[in-house]
């Protein structure tokens, strides 16, 4: 399913900036948002094997901790294609508010599928360390996780560098 939706570059940085501390050590130079978006997508790749790996030898909690994974290389990429750098979990979490709320302005429906897969992300991270999800909840959440992924990928990867 494709979605066309187009933000300007400096809409999504701003969405971006706006999740982040005013530090100057967010800003990143053109050869180190590079080098930090290969190894995010390298690492959004590595997770997303895993997740498939623990699901086929029934490891959820695994599958929890690699979807959270995921989901955060995915944020991290896409702060690196607009020069910023996010480091903490909180980071994450406000970068994707901001991420989501961007594309509620313009399609409610796909806003609240990254909103569900944002919170999604967030409970499997906690379950990795609680171990208070059913099985069945995992395994929803961890789909909603990756559909959300997928979303943010194809709303705001490859294509949106801020240059």
Do not use: C
Request: aromatic share 4%; no cysteine; net charge negative.
């Amino acid at each position: 399913m494709v979605h066309r939706m187009e933000f300007p570059s400096e809409q999504v940085s701003e969405a971006i900036r706006t999740g982040l501390p005013n530090r100057p050590e967010i800003a990143l130079t053109d050869s180190e948002a590079d080098e930090l978006k290969t190894t995010y997508r390298d690492s959004l790749e590595h997770y997303r094997e895993h997740v498939e790996k623990s699901r086929a030898d029934g490891d959820l909690r695994q599958v929890a901790e690699k979807s959270w994974g995921a989901y955060t290389q995915t944020i991290k990429a896409i702060a690196a294609d607009h020069r910023l750098r996010v480091r903490s979990h909180s980071n994450v979490l406000r970068v994707a508010e901001r991420l989501t709320s961007l594309v509620l302005s313009s399609n409610s429906e796909i806003g609240a599928i990254l909103d569900v897969g944002a919170n999604s992300a967030h409970s499997l991270h906690i379950h990795f360390y609680e171990n208070d999800l059913p099985d069945e909840t995992v395994l929803r959440r961890a789909g909603s996780t990756a559909e959300a992924i997928d979303l943010l990928q194809e709303i705001f990867g490859t294509g949106h560098e801020s240059r």
